[in-house]
C-alpha cells in the first residue's frame, strides 16, 4: 500500500463522476435515417397493442397478446400454448442469430439504431433541446445557479420526460391484457396491483436511464458492447476516422499557412460535440461507440463548408480502412456483405425460420398426453382382470367445443372408462367433449384380462370426432403382478 | 510500494499491477452512481435487518420491527384458505350424500379435500396410493366387504371397524378354528384346499371334497354355501381374486387357525362430518367405488312421477 500522502491524493478518485454529454443538434443523412428508424421503433411499440384481430367467442380480440393468466400468447393468426413454448425460444434464438448477422455484416448498427435505450435517449435529448436549447445552452444552464428560470425549465423538461416515460411504461402492460379494458380500469383503479407497480417501475427506469443515465447504460450496464466487439473483425462496418487523412490536425488558417503539412482534420471538435456517448473517435475504435454515425454527418457538413472531400470520418471496414491507407481500392460491398461467416449466420437464422413456420403450419391443434400412474401400478380386479390407470390431459386449441374419441391399440380385451363413468358403461373407446381453447384432465381406468405380459406397450389415440385428420397419440404401457404364489 | 505504481502512458490512468503478456489492466475508476447503488443496498440491508426477523439469537432470531413471522404468515394463510372452503364444507354436510353425484362441482370439490384429508390420516395403514397391504384393505379396487357406495363408506368411516366400545362399528368375528381347537389341523388343510377351489387356484381333488362338507358346517353360515360372502356380515367374498390376507397355502392356514381381525379407527370422533365425507368421496372416486342402489330409487322414483314409469 502506498503511504497516506498517496492515498489522500485529491487527484487519485476511486470512483468517477459522470461527465455531462450535451450532444450537439446535427443533420445529415444518417440523422434522417436514425429519426425514421425512431418513428418506426416507436410507432410500432406504442401501437401494436391496440391491434384488433377476431378470433371468436371462445378468445381475446387483440392481435399481439401475451395472456399470462390463461397462458397464453396470441400473435396475429397464431396461438402459442405453453408446451408450445418452443416456438417462443425459436424467436429468441432468431434474435440473437439475427444480431450476430447484423453485427458481422454492419457491425454495431443494432446499437447505433435501434436499441430501446438508443431510441428513448433520443429522444429525451431532442425533448432537452427544444427546452433548454442546444449544446452551449445546457451547458451554461447546468453551471447556472438555481434561480425561476433554471427551476423553471428544469420542471418543465423532467415533465416531459416522466410523461414519456409514463407513457412508456403504460404501453407495455397492454401487451399483457385487453388493451381498451385495461385503459379504463387503470384510469378507474380497478387495474391489477402488478399492472400499476410495472408502470410505476417502467416509467421510472426510462425516466432514469433515458434522462441521466444514457451513455452510462451503454458503457457500463449493458453486456450487449462486450459480446459484440469480440464479434467484429476485420470485414465488418464500422465508424472509423481516417487518421492517415487527417492527421496531423491543423486549423484553417495554419493549414492555408502552410500547405501540405497538416492533414484534413480541422480539430473543429464537431464529431465530439455531436456524440450521444460522449467520445472522440479520432481516438480509435472504442466500446463506447455505438454507430449510430452522427459524427460523420457532423464531419461531412464541416468538410463541405472548407471544401475538403467528405467522408474524413466514414463507414470503413477495418480491412478497407487497411486497403486505403496503402492507396488501393476498397473491396466491393458486396464482398464484405456476402462473406461465409454472414452466409453462415444467414443459413441458421434462415433453417430456423422455415423450420418454425413449417412446424406452425403443421401442427395440430388437438393433443393427448397420458402418465401411467405409479401409485399403485395395477389393481387387481375381483374376477381376475387387472387394472391400470392413467391420468390424461387432452388439448383443445381450437376456439370451439369439441367432441373427442379417445382409443387405444393392441391391448387385447381391454376396456376403458373414466372418472366420470363406470366399468359398466366402459368400451373399446371413449367419447368426451373438451371445451374450447382449453385442457380437459380426466383419470382413465382401463381393465383387461390378468393373464398376459406383465408390461405391454400400447398407445392411447385421440381422435377430434368431427375430423379424423385432427389426432394424436402417445406411447404408454400397461402392467399386470407377476403371476404364481 | 509507491515505486510499483505504473501510469499507462495512452490513457494517463493508473494499472491495477497485473500484467499478462504484456497486457495490463488498467486501474479504471467506477462511475459514481455505482457507488450510490452499493450505499443504497447497503441502507436496505439495514433497514431489512431492523424490520424483519434477522440477527440470529441463541433460540430464534431477533423480531423485527413489523413483526412479521414466517409461522404467523403461515398461520394467516391457513385460515384464509379454511374460510375459502366454509362454503364448500357446509354445502358438503347438508347435502344429501346418495345425492351428492347429482352435482358434479361439489362431488369434484370434495374429492380434491378428501386427497388431501386421506394424505394426513390414511395413508400410515392404506399407503400414500390407497393400494393397502396385506391386511390393510386396497381401496382402489371393487372388493368390497362392507359395500362400495358413497353411503356404506361413509358409515365405515365414520364407525370405523371392530371398535369394542361402540356398539355401531362394523363389526364381524371369525372363529379361530385352529387355535380354539374346533378343527383339527388335518381338517383345516382341506378346508384350505376346498377354498383355494373356490376361489379357482386348485384343481378339485379328494381334500377339497372334504373340505367342502367342513365348509358347509363351519363357513357357509357367514360366507355362504357357494363361497361369495355376506356384506351385511363383513364376510368376504372367497370366489373372487382378491384377498386381504392372501390366497396361498400358509396365508390361509394361518387365517383358517387364528383369525385375524383388522381393526379401523372410528374417524366420527376425530374429524368434521365435512372432512368425512371428503374423504369417503375421495375413496369412492379411486376407481372400485360403487353405485348407490338408493340413486335408481331416486331416479325410478322421479320417472312414475313423470307419468310413465313401469319397471
Given at each position: 500500500m502506498g503511504s497516506p500522502e498517496e492515498i489522500l491524493d485529491p487527484e487519485l478518485k476511486l470512483y468517477e463522476s459522470r461527465k455531462s454529454v450535451f450532444p450537439k443538434a446535427v443533420n445529415g443523412p444518417f440523422r434522417r435515417l436514425k429519426w425514421v428508424i425512431m418513428a418506426i421503433t416507436l410507432a410500432i411499440y406504442y401501437v401494436t397493442p391496440w391491434i384488433r384481430w377476431d378470433r371468436g367467442p371462445y378468445a381475446p380480440d387483440q392481435a399481439v397478446l401475451v395472456d399470462l393468466a390463461n397462458r397464453r400468447f396470441?400473435?396475429?393468426?397464431?396461438?402459442?400454448?405453453?408446451?408450445?413454448?418452443?416456438?417462443?425460444?425459436?424467436?429468441?434464438?432468431?434474435?440473437?442469430?439475427g444480431l450476430f448477422l447484423v453485427t458481422s455484416a454492419v457491425g454495431r448498427a443494432w446499437c447505433g439504431y435501434s436499441c430501446p435505450q438508443t431510441v428513448w435517449t433520443d429522444l429525451f435529448q431532442h425533448v432537452e433541446r427544444a427546452i433548454d436549447g442546444d449544446r452551449n445552452a445546457q451547458f451554461k444552464l447546468q453551471d447556472a445557479p438555481w434561480g425561476p428560470k433554471k427551476i423553471g425549465k428544469r420542471l418543465a423538461k423532467w415533465s416531459v420526460w416522466l410523461?414519456?416515460?409514463?407513457?412508456?411504461?403504460?404501453?407495455?402492460?397492454?401487451?399483457?391484457?385487453?388493451?381498451p379494458t385495461l385503459v379504463v380500469d387503470f384510469w378507474t383503479g380497478e387495474a391489477a396491483f402488478v399492472a400499476y407497480a410495472t408502470v410505476g417501475v417502467l416509467t421510472l427506469?426510462?425516466?432514469?436511464?433515458?434522462?441521466?443515465m444514457r451513455e452510462q447504460v451503454c458503457i457500463y450496464m449493458c453486456p450487449w458492447p462486450r459480446i459484440q466487439t469480440a464479434m467484429m473483425d476485420e470485414k465488418s462496418l464500422t465508424v472509423t476516422y481516417k487518421d492517415w487523412r487527417g492527421e496531423p490536425r491543423g486549423s484553417v488558417k495554419k493549414a492555408e499557412a502552410q500547405p501540405g503539412s497538416f492533414g484534413d482534420c480541422i480539430d473543429c471538435n464537431q464529431c465530439v460535440a455531436v456524440c450521444p456517448t460522449g467520445?472522440?473517435?479520432?481516438?480509435?475504435?472504442?466500446?463506447?461507440?455505438?454507430?449510430?454515425?452522427?459524427?460523420?454527418?457532423?464531419?461531412?457538413?464541416?468538410?463541405?463548408k472548407i471544401n475538403r472531400p467528405r467522408g474524413l470520418i466514414d463507414y470503413a471496414t477495418l480491412e478497407d480502412a487497411d486497403l486505403e491507407k496503402a492507396g488501393k481500392a476498397h473491396n466491393p460491398v458486396l464482398k464484405t456483405l456476402f462473406r461465409p461467416r454472414t452466409i453462415l449466420y444467414f443459413s441458421i437464422w434462415g433453417a430456423i425460420g422455415l423450420a418454425m413456420l413449417f412446424a406452425v403450419g403443421n401442427r395440430t391443434r388437438i393433443d393427448i398426453s397420458a402418465n401411467h400412474d405409479r401409485n399403485p401400478v395395477y389393481v387387481q380386479l375381483a374376477d381376475g382382470h387387472v387394472r391400470n390407470s392413467y391420468t390424461i390431459n387432452l388439448r383443445n386449441m381450437e376456439n370451439r367445443p369439441r367432441?373427442?374419441?379417445?382409443?387405444m391399440t393392441e391391448l387385447k380385451g381391454a376396456v376403458m372408462w373414466s372418472n366420470a363413468g363406470s366399468r359398466d358403461g366402459a368400451g373399446k373407446t371413449l367419447v368426451t367433449s373438451v371445451p374450447a381453447d382449453s385442457v380437459s384432465r380426466l383419470r382413465l381406468y382401463i381393465a383387461a384380462p390378468g393373464d398376459g405380459p406383465v408390461r405391454e406397450d400400447f398407445a392411447l389415440t385421440v381422435t377430434a370426432a368431427d375430423d379424423a385428420e385432427a389426432n394424436d397419440m402417445d406411447e404408454i404401457f400397461f402392467e399386470r403382478p407377476e403371476t404364481g404364489e | 510500494m509507491s515505486e510499483n505504481k505504473r501510469v499507462d502512458k495512452p490513457t494517463g490512468t493508473e494499472t491495477v499491477g497485473h500484467e499478462w503478456d504484456g497486457i495490463e489492466e488498467l486501474d479504471t475508476p467506477m462511475p459514481r452512481?455505482?457507488?450510490?447503488?452499493?450505499?443504497a443496498t447497503i441502507i436496505w440491508g439495514i433497514g431489512y435487518v431492523i424490520l424483519y426477523p434477522a440477527i440470529p439469537m441463541i433460540n430464534s432470531a431477533s423480531e423485527g420491527l413489523l413483526g412479521w413471522s414466517s409461522r404467523g404468515e403461515y398461520a394467516q394463510a391457513v385460515s384464509a384458505r379454511e374460510r375459502e372452503l366454509d362454503p364448500i364444507r357446509q354445502a358438503l354436510v347438508s347435502t344429501d350424500i346418495r345425492k351428492l353425484h347429482g352435482s358434479p362441482e361439489l362431488m369434484q370439490q370434495a374429492v380434491e379435500g378428501g386427497r388431501s384429508a386421506f394424505k394426513v390420516h390414511c395413508v400410515q395403514c392404506h399407503g400414500s396410493g390407497a393400494a393397502g397391504s396385506k391386511g390393510y384393505p386396497n381401496l382402489n379396487d371393487d372388493d368390497w366387504l362392507w359395500g362400495g357406495d358413497l353411503e356404506a363408506i361413509e358409515y365405515t368411516l365414520i364407525h370405523g371397524i371392530r371398535n369394542p366400545d361402540h356398539d355401531q362399528t362394523r363389526f364381524s368375528q371369525m372363529p379361530a378354528f385352529g387355535r380354539d381347537g374346533i378343527l383339527q389341523s388335518g381338517e383345516i388343510q382341506d378346508l384350505v384346499s376346498h377354498v383355494r377351489v373356490l376361489a379357482g387356484r386348485e384343481k378339485q381333488s379328494a381334500a377339497a371334497t372334504r373340505g367342502a362338507v367342513l365348509f358347509e358346517a363351519n363357513c357357509a353360515i357367514c360366507h355362504g354355501s357357494d363361497g361369495t360372502g355376506d356384506r351385511t356380515q363383513g364376510a368376504p367374498?372367497?370366489?373372487?381374486?382378491?384377498s386381504l390376507y392372501g390366497l396361498d397355502r400358509a396365508s390361509l392356514t394361518d387365517t383358517i387357525s387364528n383369525s385375524r381381525y383388522g381393526v379401523m379407527p372410528r374417524w366420527g370422533q376425530r374429524l368434521d362430518p365435512a372432512t368425512i365425507r371428503m374423504l369417503a368421496a375421495y375413496v369412492h372416486s379411486l376407481g372400485g367405488g360403487e353405485k348407490l342402489p338408493a340413486l335408481e330409487e331416486i331416479a325410478d322414483q322421479r320417472d312414475e312421477s313423470d307419468g310413465d314409469g313401469q319397471s
Open positions: 396470441y400473435m396475429f393468426g397464431i396461438e402459442i400454448w405453453p408446451h408450445e413454448f418452443y416456438y417462443v425460444a425459436g424467436m429468441l434464438v432468431m434474435a440473437g442469430i410523461f414519456i416515460a409514463f407513457w412508456t411504461g403504460g404501453a407495455w402492460i397492454m401487451y399483457f391484457a385487453d388493451a427506469t426510462t425516466f432514469i436511464f433515458g434522462g441521466f467520445i472522440d473517435i479520432r481516438e480509435g475504435p472504442q466500446i463506447g461507440c455505438i454507430t449510430c454515425a452522427l459524427c460523420i454527418d457532423a464531419c461531412d457538413s464541416v468538410m463541405e367432441d373427442m374419441i379417445i382409443g | 452512481w455505482w457507488l450510490w447503488t452499493l450505499y367374498n372367497l370366489t373372487d381374486a382378491i
